[in-house]
Nanobody, 126 residues
Framework: QVQLVESGGGLVQAGDSLTLSCAATGRTISGTTMAWFRQAPGKEREFVAA????????YYATAVKGRFTMSRDNAKNAVYLQMDSLKPEDTAVYYC???????????????????WGQGTQVTVSS
């Protein structure tokens, strides 16, 4: 099994930046699809970004494209989410997710991911 631990959340002002980290243990993430999701109070879980299998080019939700950058570091067995120009609507619990067999067409569907971290809170004040 893969254990995922997120870190880096916090309280920031609108326009600020944060970088989230997701450290994976128990198994290498090589060949594994890694993703970030978020869930705001009263809202459904929302896809944020993902890196498919062995790729290094992330896929992004429209709402964050151009502001967020996801990256993978295989040497550290970790993925990151750099968040710039944060907006109040970015406020949510951010989750790291992983799956070894998800297909590209289901990349944005959280129910297809088998492994999840506990989440880290990001709060953006106006």
């Amino acid at each position: 099994q893969v254990q995922l631990v997120e870190s880096g959340g916090g309280l920031v002002q609108a326009g600020d930046s944060l970088t989230l980290s997701c450290a994976a243990t128990g198994r290498t993430i090589s060949g594994t699809t890694m993703a970030w999701f978020r869930q705001a109070p009263g809202k459904e879980r929302e896809f944020v970004a993902a890196i498919f299998r062995r790729g290094y080019s992330p896929y992004y939700a429209t709402a964050v494209k151009g502001r967020f950058t996801m990256s993978r570091d295989n040497a550290k067995n970790a993925v990151y989410l750099q968040m710039d120009s944060l907006k109040p609507e970015d406020t949510a619990v951010y989750y790291c997710a992983a799956d070894s067999s998800i297909i590209l067409s289901s990349l944005r569907a959280g129910e297809n991911y088998d492994y999840w971290g506990q989440g880290t809170q990001v709060t953006v004040s106006s």
